[in-house]
């Protein structure tokens, strides 16, 4: 009788378990769905006046759409009797029955990544993220159902520290109504931490564990990149540097050896190539293309704090373009000096590893193939060692 009751006990203990494993991962695969909203926080700046209210509302009739979208699936499963089958989803049966087939986008990362293209987006960034979702595809064979789990946990990731984050705001800013803010953020961390939890739990092997990982191995890389563009910012930085000016250049009646000089951004790589340009030539002047992030104003009381008596041109460039506008502007600068060997100089910056100069636009590399191209005679690099 003892034996037949522990059987039967066991057995009841083996189903509640079972049971919980599948609400739990039911629970996980739902709060997968619902993700996507924090889009229209992240984009709240892009709304029109006042930002925050018509954020609001876009949000709840987000809410609502995506609430009539779970009735209208699943009243249209139930009309079509839809039953899930291996290697599809409820909505791509759906999809089939109703319409039948169709073949039918600071400083943690490398900058090139933030490089806004001539179409105004951020090119190299959708072409890195192009790749990765290649990656991911031939690695899981284009199961959606086992990227799922790493979409969820990176998410939820987010979410949890974002929250989080903003609990340490509230905290040190103390800003009027910061307790029933820090509480609703704090709330929103517990939740989202918990649901975390039960993701990695629920779908660590079939998938979670890669990101389990993979998280720490690029936060640690990202460390790294962010240390590596602060240590070049020190070793450029002009700020212990005290403002010089050089004696105001009197070109002679008939200049010798004009020199271009390529000023990208005022430091200490900069200063090297103008020095050298002061002892080589006889006319010097330098050139700034403008990608429409540039500061004039500023630019041009640095420069006479610090290279006065040499002229800067900057030059637009709409199409944030920075090689075509520079060769242009030599092309047209040779010109006026016909006869003349005029010597284009590019300041550039070596690191101390091969991999750190992976982290940096290779603008040098491309001007001077292209100025050499354009038979420009004299191309050289005064090098600024990290």
């Not at 990227?147 to 040190?172: D, E």
């Not at 900069?270 to 050298?276: G, K, V």
């Not at 293309?289 to 637009?316: H, M, N, Y």
Request: with cysteine.
């Amino acid at each position: 009788m003892a034996v037949v009751l522990t059987n039967s006990f066991i057995g009841i203990l083996r189903k509640s378990c079972l049971t919980l494993f599948f609400v739990l991962r039911a629970f996980s695969a739902e709060c997968s769905a619902l993700t996507g909203v924090e889009a229209i926080s992240h984009g709240v700046l892009a709304f029109k006046p006042p930002e925050w209210k018509n954020a609001s509302k876009t949000l709840l009739y987000l809410g609502l759409i995506l609430g009539l979208m779970f009735i209208e699936v699943t009243y249209l499963a139930h009309a079509f009797h839809i039953m899930p089958e291996e290697g599809q989803t409820v909505v791509s049966l759906l999809g089939r029955q109703i319409l039948g087939l169709f073949l039918a986008r600071d400083g943690f990362l490398p900058r090139q990544l933030a490089f806004l293209g001539e179409r105004l987006v951020y090119s190299n960034g959708i072409i890195m993220l192009s790749l990765s979702a290649a990656v991911l595809l031939i690695v899981f064979q284009g199961n959606t159902n086992a990227v799922i789990p790493l979409y969820a946990v990176v998410v939820f990731t987010s979410f949890t520290l974002s929250q989080a984050g903003m609990v340490r705001r509230w905290l040190i800013n103390r800003t009027q109504g910061w307790q029933a803010s820090a509480f609703l953020n704090g709330l929103g961390a517990t939740v989202t931490a918990i649901v975390l939890g039960v993701i990695i739990a629920t779908e660590f092997v079939a998938g979670a564990w890669l990101v389990v990982v993979a998280i720490p191995v690029f936060v640690y890389g990202f460390m790294r990149i962010y240390r590596h563009y602060r240590l070049v910012a020190n070793r450029l930085s002009l700020q212990d540097i005290a403002p010089r000016s050089y004696m105001p250049h009197i070109s002679p009646e008939v200049p010798t050896h004009p020199a271009v000089v390529i000023g990208g951004q005022l430091n200490q790589g900069t200063l090297e190539a103008l020095d050298y340009a002061r002892n080589i030539a006889d006319e010097i002047v330098a050139i700034h293309v403008d990608l429409g992030t540039t500061d004039r104003e500023k630019l041009q009381i640095r420069w006479q704090s610090f290279a006065s008596g040499i002229p800067i041109v900057i030059v637009d460039s709409p199409f944030r373009e920075i090689v075509t506008p520079i060769a242009n502007f030599v092309r047209e600068f040779e010109s006026k000096h016909p006869g003349m060997i005029t010597t284009v100089i590019i300041p550039t910056f070596v690191t101390r590893n091969w991999w750190e100069g992976l982290l940096h636009n290779q603008t040098a590399f491309f001007l001077e193939r292209v100025l050499l191209a354009k038979k420009s005679r004299v191309v050289t690099r005064v090098r600024y060692y990290l």
